[in-house]
């Protein structure tokens, strides 16, 4: 079943797939921030009031000019700072609304790209760390498929076995997804691409301790991934959109 923000990923897909003759993988995370910066800030440019906006800044910036100029009591100030602190509500309930569903297309593109961009199997399929709960259950990394008498396998599998030896599961691994656990309401929104485990089975979870993609070759393992390439060139557009068009 797919979750509610996996829609749109089999479009990204393809369009990331056109883009991968043209673009390394950091051009086109690249790229993919500029469009969600576009397509968001567009959404805000029409759904929020800019001038009803642009009117209750303002108002409150003229009172902070007045407050800042004022060399009276405190309780000759409160009606300048109760005009500043309403002037700044009123802003926040006009650009909340509009701002959450803006960002929508982004968490789309989020949740898409943190599947096709955050982790890989290894080629060739080679053993993979697994921490499983409950405690008294292991699970095992089987690279070959010596059942159906190939080499190896087209995808790797999990075989789970209790204290006794006696298998409780095996589980093909055909995406690079580092968990399998029970289904929970979240995954709703964001579903697990490998399914989920048994409701009324004993075993609970399966952590999968995958390699991480790197988009760079520069500096620490943290700065390597999808997330600073597509945040930065997210932030900086929308920055630029912002300032150009003169959003408030």
Known sequence: ???FFDLTSPLLT???????PL????GRLAVWGLVGASISMALYALLS????????KASAQEAKVALDGHDGSLSEAMPLIGRMLRSSMAQLGLVLGPAVLASLPVLFMIVWLSGAYGYFLPQPVSEV???VEPSGLEARWL???RAAGTTVAEHPRIQVVDAAERVVDTLDID????SLHKRQWWNSLIANPLGYLPTDGTLERIEIALPRQE??????????GWEVVFFCALIAASLAIKIVFRLV
């Not at 393809?14 to 991968?20: E, G, I, N, R």
């Not at 673009?23 to 950091?26: K, M, R, V």
């Open 1 to 3: 079943m797919t979750g």
């Open 14 to 20: 393809s369009l990331d797939q056109a883009l991968v």
């Open 23 to 26: 673009l390394p993988a950091a």
């Open 49 to 56: 009031p800019q001038e009803r906006l642009r009117r209750v």
């Open 129 to 131: 760390p697994l921490r």
């Open 143 to 145: 690279p070959e498929d």
């Open 175 to 178: 995406a690079a997804v580092t």
């Open 215 to 224: 988009v760079l070759s520069l500096g620490p393992g943290w700065l390597r």
